[in-house]
């Protein structure tokens, strides 16, 4: 069965510093990639997806994510994060024989710390 | 255009009790997709509903239904609740025309509570 995984449950970081949340996933075929955020008593939000081309994509809010199709990885990074990235960040994946499934990772929470 | 809305936020129920979710997608969007978020299994796809139709379902017992309407608009519903049911359920929407080249735009979830 397909399935995501995100490298941590918790990640907390001071202001400033950089950011990278793991996501791996498991499907050997073509694949759609997607960051959603979901802040505080907010619901779920995009913040970049990945479906074909630069494997390099950017997002919202200064993030970016790059896709390396040898590793199955599509990791979230930040060079500088701030006390309002605190949220829970979900990879997730759409593959070509899954139609509207989208299989989500069980998410990183992010605490920034002022 | 305005986003996914998501009827009522919030809903207590006893259990054996039956419940009824709403959802209106993003205007011109005609698939819509239902996900059942827990802390301790995160988010899981229950189905997907595309022209009326139950296009794609995830693994969860048929007392979990739903259903399109014309105007695209989609109900869920949970018979004979179980505490286990308590969760927040989301609804995504997409154009639903592209396969799996799609993106999902999520509404703000209805909070259900089973006591």
């Known amino acids: 069965a397909q399935s995501v995984s995100q490298h941590n449950h918790h990640v907390i970081l001071s202001e400033a510093a950089s950011l990278e949340l793991g996501c791996n996933y498991s499907?050997?075929?073509?694949?759609?990639l997607f960051w959603y955020v979901q802040y505080p008593g907010q619901h779920l939000q995009l913040l970049l997806k990945?479906?074909?081309?630069?494997?390099l994509v950017k997002g919202i809010k200064g993030f970016e994510a790059e896709f390396i199709k040898s590793k199955f990885s599509f990791n979230l990074r930040k060079p500088s994060v701030q006390w309002s990235d605190t949220a829970e960040y979900f990879c997730a994946v759409n593959g070509d024989n899954y139609g509207q499934n989208f299989v989500f990772g069980p998410g990183t929470r992010l605490s920034v710390l002022p | 255009k305005a986003g996914v809305t998501q009827t009522p936020r919030y809903l207590i129920k006893t259990r054996g009790q039956q419940v009824t979710l709403s959802c209106s997608p993003i205007s011109g969007h005609r698939s819509v997709s239902w996900y059942q978020q827990t802390p301790g299994q995160g988010l899981q796809f229950l189905f997907e509903y595309f022209s009326e139709t139950q296009r794609n379902k995830g693994n969860f017992p048929g007392r979990f239904s739903g259903r399109q309407f014309s105007n695209s608009r989609s109900e869920m519903n949970v018979s004979t609740l179980e505490l286990g049911d308590s969760a927040l359920y989301l609804c995504a929407s997409s154009g639903g025309d592209r396969g799996y080249q799609e993106t999902q735009y999520f509404g703000p979830g209805t909070r259900l509570l089973v006591l």
């Open positions: 990945y479906f074909s081309g630069d494997p």
């Open positions: 499907y050997g075929g073509t694949v759609n």
